[in-house]
């Protein structure tokens, strides 16, 4: 019997259900791609779009982790700071990636189009918002984008900003007319749609039991078949098993919680004027949209414990009523959670292990742009088009510090939450700059 989807905004909204058979029989293809979410499926799409002979295995349904969960954000970066990237691979090679990070910002748009995926229902507009007074940092972020890399980013004074977004809390903000947001479940499942169309093979509830990885030709055995293949994709994300000790090692599972609201468009409206998304600059900050023709959907907070807390719309509403007061009697009509996987340098882990072997992982913080990109590059190196994919290997598969890496992990997200903190508490007592 194949397993529903967990209870969210986008199963509720999913505009048709297509359900793929688990494996039954023996097969043999060029490329076995091992886990069905964003990743996965744009590898699988590019390769597919090559005239490669691909399958791809789920253990649950297509983009059933947080690829099919999350805020619906599509916008170029990764959740490491560019300035942190130059300070390990230099300007130029920094450019490279952020360029890439724009390419798969393109790539997502491109398919939407391409495709007619309308109940993708993208909506254009991302403002970036602060919640201290650091306008002179974000103009000059603009300029510098504007030079570099070509990007139309609009500064929004306090004033300005506080006539769309009526929170006390926020400042200034950077407003990106060429990002979006989106419906990623109902996207998962038109590319789907697509690599079956173009001779794909998925198979969804079809976990991958074990791997015999030390021949020229790849075996991966399932409950009720097995597949031969000359190349292996590892794209599990926050979700990813043991079969591959070396990708077990190198990422953390990392939780972050979303909430939707009732329906309730005026009140909604007293508080946010835009249908465009809204995310903060605090590490694991608050971001958020108005969907469903009067809703509020909000995420936030992350978390290195795998079990949902038993106060988590509780915890995330109080997040929403602290920056906007004036919702304070807007209902919750269900939360949820999603797995996403990360590195220590907080980079994609993109590359090649050994000869037909591949990964495509770590893509929390920043998944829409980087898994799209991720797919093309993994497919252009498994197709010998293009080596693009070494980009990445100077953040390569770092060991995850074990259970200690997770104690790490929680450890840092307290301490950014509390230089968050005195950050914005300093500007309370500062002059209020536009």
């Avoid at 599972?253 to 468009?265: C, G, S």
């Avoid at 605090?282 to 909000?298: E, K, N």
């Avoid at 936030?300 to 009697?329: H, K």
């Amino acid at each position: 019997m194949i397993s529903a989807y967990i209870d969210t905004y986008y199963k509720r909204s999913l505009a048709q259900q297509q359900v793929y058979s688990p494996l039954q029989a023996s097969l043999e293809v060029e490329t076995c791609v091992i886990g069905g979410g964003l990743a996965g499926l744009s590898i699988a799409l590019e390769l597919s779009r090559l005239g490669r002979s691909v399958a791809l295995l789920e253990a649950n349904r297509i983009a059933w982790g947080a690829s099919g969960r999350n805020g619906g954000f599509v916008s170029p970066g990764y959740a490491c700071d560019l300035e942190k990237i130059e300070n390990r691979v230099g300007t130029d090679h920094a450019r490279d990636l952020y360029r890439l990070s724009m390419e798969g910002v393109s790539i997502v748009a491109e398919n939407i189009r391409s495709l007619a995926i309308e109940h993708a229902i993208p909506v254009s507009g991302i403002y970036s918002v602060i919640r201290y007074d650091g306008g002179d940092e974000l103009q000059a972020y603009r300029d510098r984008m504007a030079r570099d890399f070509g990007k139309s980013l609009h500064y929004v004074s306090r004033d300005e900003l506080r006539e769309t977004l009526r929170s006390p809390k926020y400042h200034q903000a950077l407003y990106s007319p060429d990002s979006f947001h989106f419906h990623p479940l109902n996207y998962c499942q038109a590319l789907a749609g697509e690599i079956c169309r173009l001779g794909g093979h998925i198979y969804e509830e079809t976990r991958a039991l074990s791997i015999d990885l030390d021949r020229p030709e790849k075996l991966i055995r399932t409950a009720t078949g097995q597949i031969k293949a000359q190349h292996v994709v590892f794209a599990g994300g926050g979700y990813t098993d043991r079969l591959c000790a070396e990708l077990s090692r190198a990422y953390l599972p990392i939780a972050t919680y979303v909430l939707l609201t009732e329906r309730n468009p005026e009140l909604i409206k007293s508080a946010i004027r835009t249908e465009a998304g809204i995310g903060d600059d605090r590490r694991a900050g608050d971001y958020y949209r108005v969907v469903d023709g009067g809703r509020l959907l909000w995420g936030g907070r992350i978390t290195t414990r795998r079990s949902d807390p038993n106060n988590l719309a509780q915890l995330l509403r109080q997040e929403m009523v602290s920056t906007y007061p004036q919702l304070a009697e807007l209902k919750v009509e269900i939360a949820w959670s999603g797995l996403m996987s990360y590195a220590r340098h907080l980079m994609p882990q993109i590359g090649q292990l050994a000869p037909g072997i591949w990964h495509a992982t770590a893509f929390g913080g920043h998944g829409m742009n980087t898994t799209s990109i991720g797919g093309r590059l993994i497919a252009e190196g498994i197709a010998g088009q293009s080596d693009r994919y070494r980009l990445f290997a100077p953040f390569g598969l770092e060991w995850n510090g074990g259970p200690f890496g997770l104690i790490a992990a929680q450890l840092t997200y307290w301490t950014y939450q509390l230089q968050d903190l005195w950050r914005e508490r300093k500007s309370r007592y500062q002059p209020q700059m536009a």
